[in-house]
């Protein structure tokens, strides 16, 4: 059957994840810093924590490294800063050109997310999701939705009136993203390059296997509709 519905998921799939890392550890940097050169620094260590595979506890260690910075700041409010800011980030190369040309073949183009509301919403904001995307489903704004669960797809899918077999999703994760398509029978395809944070992962089990792996969004795309 014909695919006449792809979704996408946002972070690592429409823009590099590590972008958005780097653009809030500079906010969050400048935020505490009292000069200019303080701030260069502190947003090179964490940078060099993030390039060293340090995740979920960046802020916790570099508060144990710097007595300075933890009298002024606690990790909790650096999360805060880091999920509010306003990221400098950009849509992948080639994909506003890829999204007018599936819409003008008259497909519908949605976005799945996980991730806290507050920083979805942000990056939505910063890569106009909105001139594209229609829905734009952020998954922490309903209960029962986050991935793996099949919640999201299926209510994109009533949305949409598409059959299972008319759908897909594109996206980066094989740990939780194409386990809950792939059980209501929908096209699954795994971007795939070197610069993901997921890059290395491999799927765990047949559920969690993509269709197809790609390296580039014009591969899906082309995967999708040819
Ligand atoms: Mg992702």
Request: glycine share 6%; hydrophobic share 45%.
């Amino acid at each position: 059957m014909v695919i006449r519905g792809i979704v996408f998921d946002m972070d690592d799939t429409l823009y590099l994840e590590r972008d958005y890392v780097r653009s809030g550890f500079d906010h969050v940097a400048r935020m505490l810093a009292t000069s200019e050169l303080e701030a260069r620094g502190t947003a090179d260590w964490l940078w060099s924590a993030f390039e060293a595979g340090v995740r979920g506890d960046t802020f916790d260690r570099l508060l144990a490294a710097n007595s300075n910075l933890a009298a002024r700041t606690t990790a909790a409010d650096m999360v805060d800063a880091y999920r509010a800011h306003s990221p400098n980030i950009t849509l992948s190369p080639g994909a506003p050109e890829l999204l007018a040309l599936l819409r003008q073949n008259g497909l519908r183009v949605g976005v799945l997310s996980d991730g806290p509301l507050v920083s979805q919403r942000a990056k939505a904001d910063e890569l106009r999701l909105d001139a594209w995307f229609d829905p734009i489903l952020l998954t922490a704004s309903r209960d029962g939705f986050k991935k793996p669960a099949t919640a999201g797809f299926e209510w994109i899918a009533a949305k949409w009136s598409l059959l299972p077999a008319e759908l897909a999703y594109v996206a980066d994760n094989p740990s939780k993203d194409f386990v809950g398509p792939r059980r209501l029978g929908w096209r699954t395809v795994r971007l795939r390059m070197p610069q993901q944070v997921t890059y290395a992962l491999q799927p765990t089990n047949d559920d969690q296997r993509p269709d197809a792996e790609v390296t580039d969004l014009s591969q899906a795309v082309n995967y999708l509709t040819s």
